[in-house]
């Protein structure tokens, strides 16, 4: 397995997109490290544990606010402590405001900026003491390049994280690998909560992969870019959006 033993830490991983990644990467042979920031999502994300345990991987399930500077030292301690090295971290964890720019408030763009940016340069710092070799992969989404209605604030987090992306592949190189993977809307999540049947439909009909993504399209690029196949790519936004930019 092209994973195989290797130790990997998802943001996020109590649904959606990094639940889906968190399954993939066990399925690939590497040990997870489940994050989540709820009390109330504490049961879902110790389920993937089990299913990732039923696989024959190890799995820790770790509740931490990614933007909490005490919470991320404490996650990674306990890495440290249980698996003693790092070699997968995916930045996946997000959180918004979601309103017209004039609308936000100071508050919002604090927690946009905090949960998005600031937790994602907290996490890469404590992760990659951890990290002789490795890989580190961001996800952003199309609201980083192009105009989604009060989107504007996340799109920015997502604009810079990608930016970022170029500048952690150039200073953490050769060891680690950065890249990012930019997803259009992906269907059963969070955020597709949010869009009505007839939004989603109009969304399949545009996009010419004629369906609207799932998590585990994502989390198979975010695999593939975790494994040493992927060496030659550094630095990248790899979009996957089954096609619909071609027509924006
Ligand atoms: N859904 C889409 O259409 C779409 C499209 C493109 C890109 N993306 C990106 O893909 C990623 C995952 O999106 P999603 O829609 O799958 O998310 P989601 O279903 O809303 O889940 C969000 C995850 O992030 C966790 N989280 C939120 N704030 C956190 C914090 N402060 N500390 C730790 N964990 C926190 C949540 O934990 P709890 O469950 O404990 O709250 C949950 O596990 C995000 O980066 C998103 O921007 C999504």
Redesign the pocket.
């Known amino acids: 397995m092209v994973l195989q033993d290797k130790i990997a830490l998802v943001?996020?991983?109590?649904?959606?997109?990094?639940r889906a990644i968190a399954l993939e990467l066990g399925r690939r042979g590497a040990h997870l490290v489940l994050?989540?920031?709820?009390n109330s999502?504490r049961a879902m994300t110790e389920e993937t544990a089990q299913e990732l345990q039923k696989l024959g991987r190890r799995a820790l399930v770790v509740k931490?606010?990614?933007?909490d500077a005490q919470d991320v030292v404490q996650m990674f301690a306990l890495i440290q402590s249980e698996f003693g090295r790092l070699d997968i971290l995916v930045n996946?964890?997000?959180?918004a405001v979601f309103r017209p720019l004039l609308q936000l408030e100071e508050k919002h763009w604090e927690h946009v900026w905090d949960?998005n940016l600031r937790?994602l340069n907290l996490c890469i710092k404590h992760a990659v003491p951890l990290m002789t070799q490795g890989a580190i992969v961001n996800?952003?989404?199309?609201g980083s390049i192009k105009y989604m209605p009060n989107y504007g604030a996340?799109g920015a987090a997502?604009a810079a994280i990608e930016s970022l992306t170029r500048s952690y592949a150039v200073e953490l190189a050769p060891a680690v690998n950065v890249n990012a993977v930019?997803?259009?809307?992906?269907d059963d999540?969070?955020?597709?909560e949010f869009i009505s049947e007839s939004e989603k439909a109009h969304w399949a009909q545009l996009t010419p992969l004629g369906r609207l993504l799932k998590?585990e399209d994502?989390a198979r690029i975010v695999a593939f870019l975790c494994s040493d196949d992927a060496e030659t790519i550094r630095g990248q936004v790899i979009i996957a959006d089954g096609g619909i930019t071609l027509k924006m």
Request: hydrophobic fraction near 40%; charged fraction near 10%.
């Open positions: 943001t996020g991983s109590s649904r959606g997109i990094g994050n989540h920031r709820r999502t931490a606010d990614v933007a996946n964890a997000a959180s949960v937790a996800i952003t989404s199309l996340l997502k930019c997803g259009s809307l992906i999540t969070g955020f597709s998590p994502i």
